[in-house]
């Protein structure tokens, strides 16, 4: 290995040591109560060696909501492995009980990625790598869905009449605000209405794919019952 290729590999263990860091102590305090003091005492590095590496907190936590945005577009591509083995509305019923997973088993990541669409400081955004990446992975998240209405309306099991960029964008919003419902909840958020009505959230989801899922399928689809979960075997 020569010198510059471990000088890489070094500054990179160590950007992702700090990033490690980072989490322990945001995760479990929030943006707003950390500090940079915190960070670099838990990755055990000076606050100078940190500022090498990230200009501030908030790019750390960029840096950090490209880390979750990975590992679901790692979970998206796994999907799309086996897309043979599935029609495409099977392939939209995987998708959105895919977001509904990562939000359970990954609810800190999901608070980042809901502070990284709250950003509005086009100019930070667009001097930012993390930034940058994380809109790279966001339009690959929206590709993936494009691509399952499109293999849909090729086998026969969603209507060809719509514009599979624009049903996408619909599918996406309508996801995200079920899986931010399910995301309040699990941090203990009260929701009343859904308390009086007795919905848990788990029904409340599956409702949701079965309406886009109805809502989207032809009609021999529906007949054949492909819209619902109980016929997706996943490997």
């Known amino acids: 290995m020569g010198t510059e290729e471990r000088k890489k590999r070094e500054k990179e263990q160590r950007r992702n040591q700090i990033i490690d860091a980072a989490e322990k102590i945001i995760f479990s305090k929030g943006l707003e109560q950390s500090t940079m003091d915190e960070i670099a005492e838990e990755a055990e590095l000076s606050k100078g060696t940190l500022y090498l590496y990230f200009k501030n907190k908030n790019e750390l936590y960029l840096a950090i909501t490209k880390r979750g ?5 790692n979970q998206l591509a796994k999907i799309f492995a086996t897309s043979h083995q599935h029609t495409g509305i099977e392939l939209i019923r995987m998708i959105g009980q895919l977001y509904l997973d990562f939000v359970r088993e990954h609810p800190n990541y999901f608070n980042a990625f809901i502070y990284y669409e709250s950003l509005n400081n086009v100019e930070e955004l667009e001097e930012s790598e ?12 929206l590709n993936y ?6 293999i849909g309306m090729q086998d026969g099991t969603i209507q060809d009449n719509y514009d599979p960029k624009e049903l996408a964008l619909v599918i996406w919003a309508s996801t995200k605000g079920i899986t931010t419902v ?11 209405m859904i308390d009086e009505m007795e919905i848990s959230v788990e029904s409340l ?3 949701f794919l079965n309406l886009v899922g109805t809502g989207v399928a032809t009609e021999e689809a529906r007949e054949k019952g492909l819209t619902g979960s109980h016929n997706i075997e996943t490997n």
């Open 145 to 150: 869905m494009i691509r399952a209405l499109q």
């Open 69 to 73: 945005s990975t590992i679901l577009n």
């Open 205 to 207: 989801f599956e409702s």
């Open 130 to 141: 993390f930034a940058q990446t994380c809109e790279k992975h966001r339009e690959e998240a």
């Open 182 to 192: 399910t995301h309040m909840r699990s941090l203990g958020h009260h929701l009343e």
